[in-house]
Structure formats: structure tokens, C-alpha cells
């Protein structure tokens, strides 16, 4: 992203916007400047700002005269009144961080929009965790951190070396060089994003020893980590296994996304592929 | 309640279905409504005018939101009361849509309207909180706003300003709902519990 000093007023709502915050009033130039290596591409001051599309002579003229007078225009907080933020064309590594950072932009690899994540949100059609399973996603970066991806890789390759595997509709796993050490492909190590999700699947004997790996891990990077544990629940909608485990482990089970087991398979491809995946079980 | 399709297994006829969704949601009144393309039902605006400052429509178009809805995706509707949430859960089930639909709140909550409804939980996927270098973080009052919108879109500085806008009584917490609603890019973002946040922040100051 980049602001156009042609036409940037200074009026610094944009600051306040900024998830990262990465803009700030350049009083060199007196105008909004964007700190490219903190910015993660999330367009949200572009997205989110209104846009006016003002005179900037005029405004600037106007937010002259009165701070001369020592008087404050009280403006709307959420616009843009010259319209000056204009997105770059990205290039590879750069264009990785919008593909993590903006949620309107669907991953490449997934399809997904987001974080580019099914997770369990999809489980009664996917069948991606099983009973007996866990699943565990593991957010980087969000809210306000963001990450980078050797912070994501000394997660990564520490999960590897446990034993785990990584959901392979993921998009930080196709970024991996090597799933089996969980390396990530170093020309995007540096690369700096809004929130990034390792997803991984284990047995539920392995739920503690996978936590408290996980907890390692974290107070060995600079951001922040927000843990979700994804289970498939009994014929009865209860799930009383890896509850207590969690809970035996300190954490107080309060939120939770629940999947209430309405989707089905309805591709005709899917179909035929389910039916054959059964017979052949079958056999 | 959020619905999603399945890329590769349930998603070729999916647009139809999660249309449905939003507009069989509007009836009971939602909070917000919103798909993750596009946003919620408050939008930012490419050509504001200059008088809006003085008079801008803070009204929600929840049918727009339906309209707008191009390709398979998220879609949600945010309810600020367990009994709407419910009957619309009633409704999603007899439609049948065939799409995963998910509940996220608290998790006596949902229990409470898959029981009421009649249906078994499927997956449960627990959210266990922020861990690492939480002291990056900003206090729970900023944190409450900023995480509303899922993907953190809502900046911790323009949460903390519209903290600040209430507390000085520069705008009302219904007018500052609406700008942290804006940049929420899901429309999961629920201006009630947010006006609720605002007013607490303010009544702290006494």
C-alpha cells in the first residue's frame, strides 16, 4: 500500500486505523507515510477508510487557516478526505503478506478467504478431525501483533520434530520446503503478517505433550499465540475426553466455535468419491 | 451463527444455499449481517460527501447485504439475544441447507440452542485464549472491541480512540459502534455487546 503525497492532507485518521500500526505523519513531509516493513498489507485504511475524494489543496488550505485560529475541525474518524491511499502492485515475497493479512482476499491455496482455514468449522462434511483425533490450530499474530514466518517456522519445525502432521489445505503448510521438518521456505522468513494458522493433527493422548510443547515455543518468540483445540464430539453431542484435559492443563473453557452438524457432501465428484473411499473400506 | 461450504465437497451449489442463509436470518432481527467478501451490513463508502459529517445514514442495509453476496462463502448473522438465535436455528435446520452451519459464543450457550432445537453438537473447536507475549496487548476494554471483528481488522488504536470519543462526549456510543463496525471485514462484528463495552468504559470514568 502507499499513500499518494499529492494528495494526503495529513489529517491522520489513517493512523488510528492501521491494525499495525504502521502510519504515522512524517513531520519532515508533513505527510500520512506508511513504514513499509511494519505495514503486513492488510488493506484495511484503504478498505475500510470512506473516501471523500476532496480537493487536497483546499483541505489543506481549510485545516491551515484553522490551526492558525487554534481551532479543530471534528471530523468523521473513519474517512479519507483526498482518497490518498493507493495499492501497490505486489511482487513475490511482499505479496505473501496480503494473502495472510487481507481477509477479503481468498488464499491461493485454499480457496478460503480469512485466514484460509476450514479447521473443524467444516468437520461434518470434511471429516478432518475423527473421534480419537485432535485437532490444533495455532494463530499467529492476531490481534494487532502480527508475525513473522521465522517466528511461525521455530513453531513449525519444533511440532515436526514431535511427530505431527499438518493439515495439508493449509496455506502456511504449502509454504513449508519440508513438512516432515517443517520447514518454510526461506525467501518469505522476513516476510511480516496480520495472522498466520498452523494447523496440525494428533492423537488425544498426545493433547498435553503437544500444549506444553507449544508453550515452549511461545515464550521464545515476540508475538502473541492464540491456541484452539478442535474435537469431534460423541453421538450424543457431548465431548467429555479432551475437556478435562484442558481444563486439568489450567485453562477455563469458556468460547468455542460449535459446529452443529447440519453440512453434507454435495459435489457430484465428492459424492462418487466418498462412495468409493466406503466400498474400498469396505473391502 | 456463521454458514460455510467445504471447498471441493459441498461448494458447486453453495451460493444459492448461503443467500438463503442471510434472508432467512433478517426476520429475526440480527445485529449484524455479513459475508467475508464484502464486510457486514455497514459499509464504508466510496464517495462520501463532505455532509455526511453532519448527517450520515447510520441505518444497516441487511438486504444489501444478501444482494451482494457473489461467490460461496462465510456468511453470518449476529444475534444479540439467545431466543432469536434460537428460532432462527429452528428455521436453518428445517431448511436443511446441507452447508455447515456454526454457532460461536460461549459454550453453555451454544449447549443451550442445539439442546433446544434438537440437535447433537457434531465438533466443538475451543478457543483457549491469548498466550505468548501477551504484554503486546492492550487493555481488556480496547481487547473487548478490537477482537469483535475475528480477523483484526478493528485497529486497538481506533478502539481505544472510540473509547476515549465517548468518555469526552465527542459522539455517542451508538455513532462510534459504527465506525469500528466499518472495518470489520466479516460482519461478525456485534454493535450491541460493542455499544455495551462503550458504555462501561465511559461509566468507569465516575
Redesign the interface.
Known amino acids: 500500500m502507499k499513500i499518494n503525497p499529492d494528495k494526503c492532507v495529513a489529517c491522520g485518521n489513517c493512523?488510528?486505523?492501521?491494525?499495525m500500526?504502521a502510519i504515522y505523519i512524517d513531520p519532515a513531509i508533513k505527510r500520512a507515510t506508511i513504514d513499509r516493513d511494519e505495514c503486513v498489507e492488510?488493506y484495511?485504511c484503504y478498505?475500510?477508510?470512506?473516501?471523500?475524494?476532496?480537493n487536497p489543496t483546499m483541505v489543506r488550505t481549510m485545516r491551515k487557516v484553522f490551526q492558525l485560529m487554534r481551532l479543530r475541525f471534528?471530523?468523521?474518524?473513519?474517512?479519507c478526505?483526498t482518497n490518498a491511499f493507493e495499492p501497490d502492485e505486489l511482487v513475490w515475497p511482499r505479496v505473501v503478506r496480503r494473502a495472510f493479512s487481507?481477509?477479503?482476499v481468498?488464499h491461493e491455496s485454499?480457496?478460503?478467504?480469512?485466514?484460509g482455514t476450514?479447521?473443524?468449522?467444516?468437520?461434518?462434511?470434511?471429516g478432518r478431525?475423527k473421534e480419537g483425533e485432535v485437532?490444533f490450530?495455532i494463530e499467529f499474530?492476531?490481534?494487532?501483533?502480527g508475525a513473522r514466518f521465522h517466528e511461525i517456522e521455530r513453531m513449525s519445525m519444533k511440532l515436526a520434530a514431535a511427530g505431527v502432521d499438518f493439515e495439508k489445505?493449509n496455506p502456511v503448510t504449502t509454504l513449508m520446503t519440508d513438512q516432515k521438518t517443517g520447514r518454510i521456505r526461506e525467501d518469505i522468513l522476513n516476510e511480516k503478517v496480520?495472522?498466520a494458522i498452523l494447523e496440525i493433527k494428533t492423537t488425544i493422548g498426545k493433547t498435553e505433550e503437544i500444549i506444553r510443547l507449544?508453550?515452549e515455543v511461545?515464550?521464545e518468540?515476540?508475538?502473541?499465540?492464540?491456541?484452539?483445540?478442535?474435537?469431534?464430539?460423541d453421538?450424543?453431542?457431548?465431548?467429555n475426553v479432551?475437556?478435562p484435559i484442558?481444563e486439568k492443563l489450567g485453562?477455563g473453557?469458556?468460547?468455542?466455535?460449535?459446529?452443529?452438524?447440519?453440512?453434507?457432501?454435495?459435489?457430484?465428484d465428492?459424492i462418487e468419491a466418498a462412495r468409493k473411499e466406503a466400498a474400498g473400506a469396505a473391502k | 451463527m456463521?454458514a460455510?461450504?467445504?471447498?471441493?465437497?459441498?461448494?458447486?451449489?453453495a451460493l444459492p444455499k448461503l443467500r438463503q442463509f442471510l434472508q432467512m436470518a433478517i426476520p429475526f432481527k440480527p445485529v449484524n449481517l455479513g459475508d467475508?467478501?464484502?464486510?457486514g451490513c455497514l459499509r464504508?463508502?466510496?464517495?462520501?460527501?463532505?455532509f455526511?459529517?453532519w448527517n450520515?445514514d447510520l441505518t444497516p442495509d441487511l438486504e444489501e447485504v444478501v444482494r451482494g453476496l457473489d461467490a460461496p462463502?462465510?456468511v453470518a448473522a449476529v444475534f444479540d439475544n439467545r431466543v432469536a438465535a434460537i428460532d432462527f436455528?429452528k428455521k436453518?435446520?428445517e431448511a436443511?441447507?446441507?452447508?455447515?452451519?456454526?454457532?460461536?459464543?460461549?459454550?453453555e450457550n451454544?449447549?443451550a440452542c442445539?439442546h433446544e432445537v434438537g440437535?447433537?453438537?457434531?465438533?466443538?473447536?475451543?478457543?483457549?485464549?491469548?498466550?505468548?507475549?501477551?504484554e503486546?496487548?492492550?487493555n481488556t476494554q480496547t481487547?473487548m472491541l478490537?477482537?469483535m471483528c475475528?480477523?483484526?481488522?478493528?485497529?486497538?488504536?481506533?478502539a481505544k480512540?472510540?473509547i476515549d470519543?465517548v468518555k469526552e462526549g465527542?459522539r455517542t456510543p451508538e455513532e462510534a459502534v459504527t465506525?469500528l463496525a466499518?472495518?470489520c471485514?466479516?460482519g461478525v462484528f456485534n454493535p450491541s455487546r460493542a455499544k455495551r463495552v462503550l458504555e462501561d468504559a465511559r461509566h468507569a470514568m465516575k
Open positions: 493512523t488510528y486505523v492501521c491494525p500500526g492488510c484495511a478498505n475500510g477508510l470512506s473516501k471523500e475524494n476532496l471534528d471530523p468523521e474518524p473513519d474517512v478526505p487481507d481477509p477479503r481468498p485454499t480457496g478460503i478467504e480469512g485466514r476450514e479447521e473443524v468449522k467444516t468437520n461434518d462434511v470434511s478431525v485437532g490450530t499474530g492476531r490481534p494487532g501483533v489445505k496480520m495472522s507449544v508453550k511461545e515464550a518468540i515476540d508475538t502473541v499465540v492464540a491456541l484452539g483445540v478442535g474435537v469431534r464430539c453421538a450424543n453431542g457431548d465431548e479432551v475437556a484442558l485453562y473453557l469458556h468460547r468455542a466455535k460449535t459446529n452443529i452438524g447440519l453440512g453434507r457432501i454435495t459435489n457430484p465428492a | 456463521f460455510i461450504c467445504s471447498r471441493g465437497k459441498n461448494d458447486k451449489d467475508a467478501r464484502h464486510g464504508p463508502s466510496d464517495k462520501l460527501s463532505p455526511n459529517h450520515r462463502t462465510t436455528l436453518v435446520k436443511d441447507l446441507g452447508v455447515s452451519i456454526n454457532i460461536s459464543t460461549s459454550i451454544a449447549e442445539c440437535i447433537p453438537r457434531h465438533s466443538v473447536g475451543y478457543s483457549l485464549g491469548f498466550e505468548g507475549k501477551t503486546k496487548l492492550p481487547m478490537s477482537t475475528g480477523h483484526g481488522m478493528v485497529s486497538h488504536s481506533l480512540k472510540m470519543w465527542r465506525y466499518r472495518f471485514s466479516c
